[in-house]
C-alpha cells in the first residue's frame, strides 16, 4: 500500500521530475500504472443526453404551478406565498443552468414570430394584435429552443 501511496504522490509532477519506483514486482508496477493511468485520463464514455423534452415538460409544470398561485382576484394565503417563493427558486436555479421560461401575456403579435397561436380573438378595443394568454410558454435551453409557446391572440376585427 506504501508503494501505491508513493506512485499517487509521484503523479502530480511532470514525467521528468517523477523518481522512478523502486526495484519490485514488475506484474504489480504494471497493474498500478495501468490504475493510475485510468484515473488520470479517464476513457471518454457515452456523453450522457439531456431529456429536452422531459426537461421543457418539467419547466412547463413549474410555470403553470406559478401561475396558478398567482391567480388575478384571490388573495394568496401564507402557504401560497411560501409554495410561491419555493417555485420562484427553482426556476431561477433552472435560469442559472440555461433553462429560460418565456410567457408571452401582452406582448405585440405579428404573423411573423415563432409562436404557436391557438385561437383568434375579435377585440374592437385593442389598437393591433396582442397576446392575450399563454398556454403553453417558449423554453430555451442554453438560447436554443427547445419548445414553441402556444398562445391565444386577440386583436381588431378584420375590416
Known amino acids: ?8 504522490r509521484q503523479r502530480r509532477y511532470r514525467k521528468e ?7 519490485g514486482d ?20 457515452p456523453k450522457q443526453d439531456l431529456d ?37 427558486t427553482c426556476r431561477e ?9 418565456q410567457e408571452h401575456d401582452g406582448d405585440a403579435f405579428n404573423p411573423g414570430r415563432s409562436i404557436e397561436v391557438l385561437t383568434y380573438e ?4 385593442l389598437p393591433g394584435e396582442v397576446v392575450r394568454e399563454t398556454v403553453r410558454p417558449t423554453i430555451y435551453l442554453n438560447d436554443r429552443r427547445i419548445q414553441v409557446g402556444q398562445v391565444i391572440v386577440a386583436g381588431p376585427p378584420a375590416k
Open 1 to 8: 500500500m506504501a508503494g501505491l501511496r508513493a506512485a499517487l
Open 17 to 23: 521530475f517523477r523518481i522512478s519506483p523502486p526495484p
Open 26 to 45: 514488475d506484474v504489480l508496477r504494471e497493474q498500478v500504472e495501468q490504475l493510475l493511468d485510468q484515473i488520470a485520463e479517464p476513457k471518454a464514455g
Open 52 to 88: 429536452e423534452k422531459a426537461l421543457a415538460d418539467a419547466a412547463t409544470n413549474l410555470w403553470r404551478a406559478q401561475r396558478r398561485l398567482t391567480r388575478d382576484g384571490e388573495k394568496p394565503t401564507t402557504k401560497d406565498r411560501q409554495t410561491g417563493r419555493y417555485l420562484a
Open 93 to 101: 436555479m433552472l435560469a442559472s443552468s440555461g433553462v429560460v421560461i
Open 122 to 125: 375579435e377585440d374592437p378595443s
